[in-house]
């Protein structure tokens, strides 16, 4: 081979070891079928496990995960690569890479009885509301290290949600009847605490960031009721919302439109009109207990775990009626966090795919 044909055969090697690697960029599956899109994860509070439903079956998949003593809080980071669970017996985050359902490093340590968690929509902190410890922890979700000193919030903090644009998180605390708003900035507590209703456990804000969902637990004899606080003012906008008795959680649908509200002692669930504030249609009757609730990412099914019967229940949110028969999970569920929507990324080129190598003299 002469000198030419080699230099040819070179520059024709490098320009296929470019375009392969373009290739392989555009089609890498950690990226292009986004994590851990069309799962649901399910805590289950006296198992110690983590139980995963493939949403588009509704079967579950693979084997229990083990987590600490009493799962209870679920959040799954934006990119779908990783789920928080809160430990309340233990005192501590477990982590789940979604892509082996297996656990990661060692347990977080965060307060006393940790319950609600929430990620910021840049997957960088995870929030935890500590029960027993009256506060909330923020964990670096780099380092899956807690950062800073816990922030004071009011008695017995339960449910966590943040903002959209990530800016502020909304904190239920039971026993004071209020909101406490953190800013995520300074991780402080601004302004004072919002009184809403009667034991408040659970917290959801609308996909425009306008305004925050609270469940209020009320007696376990009487309908509860749903405060709405406008995040603009961070004030209960408009009267209390009736919906069933003891409503332990509250999901938004991506679009806005409806807040579902699981009402445990009530064995159903509640459909909110967010235009009205009200109530519409009856009752969507579920399994025993009914405790959390999640949305799927393009609306259309909302997923309800029920902790006495131990199984899920499926919601088509266009007809709000049960659809299939109850998904059997591990012993008394209680959190649910269904993973983000896949996103395919562009392609990744450079200006010129083929790298060509020009020899002088």
């Known amino acids: 081979m002469n000198k030419i044909s080699r230099l040819w055969a070179l520059v024709i090697t490098i320009s296929i070891l470019a375009l392969g690697a373009v290739v392989a960029n555009s089609n890498s599956p950690s990226s292009a079928e986004g994590g851990c899109a069309g799962k649901a994860y399910v805590t289950n509070f006296n198992s110690n496990n983590v139980w995963v439903i493939n949403t588009a079956t509704n079967s579950v998949v693979g084997s229990p995960i083990t987590v600490g003593t009493n799962p209870s809080g679920v959040a799954i980071t934006p990119n779908g690569a990783f789920a928080y669970v809160t430990n309340t017996g233990a ?93 995520t900035a300074t991780n402080a507590v601004v302004g004072s605490p919002i009184p809403v209703g009667n034991q408040p456990p659970g917290v959801a804000i609308t996909p425009d960031g306008a305004f925050a969902y609270v469940a209020n637990n009320g007696i376990t004899i009487s309908p509860g009721t749903v405060s709405v606080i406008n995040t603009a003012t961070n004030s209960v906008v408009g009267s209390p919302i009736t919906v ?36 519409v249609g009856l009752p969507i009757g579920v399994g025993d207990f009914p405790f959390g609730v999640a949305i799927t990412p393009d609306g259309t099914k909302a997923y309800v775990t029920n902790a006495n019967s131990d199984d899920v229940s499926v919601i088509d949110t266009a007809t709000n009626l049960v659809v299939g028969s109850s998904i059997p999970v591990g012993d008394t569920p209680r959190g649910v966090a269904i993973c983000p929507a896949a996103v395919v990324p562009p392609t990744t080129t450079t200006t010129d795919p083929a790298v060509v190598l020009k020899f002088t003299g």
């Open 244 to 279: 069933g008795t003891n409503p332990r959680a509250v999901a938004i649908t991506p679009d806005g439109t409806k807040a579902y509200v699981a009402n445990a002692s009530s064995d159903n669930v509640s459909v909110i009109d967010t235009a009205t504030n009200a109530v």
């Open 91 to 183: 005192k501590s985050v477990s982590v789940i890479d979604t892509a082996t359902n297996a656990v990661v490093g060692l347990p977080i340590t965060v307060g006393d009885f940790p319950f609600g968690v929430a990620i910021t929509p840049d997957g960088t902190k995870a929030y935890v509301t500590n029960i027993f410890s009256n506060s909330v922890s923020v964990i670096d979700t780099a380092t899956n290290a807690v950062v800073g000193l816990p922030i004071t919030v009011g008695t017995s903090p339960s449910g966590v949600a943040i903002t959209p644009d990530g800016t502020k998180a909304y904190v239920t605390n039971i026993f004071s009847n209020s909101v406490s708003v953190i800013d």
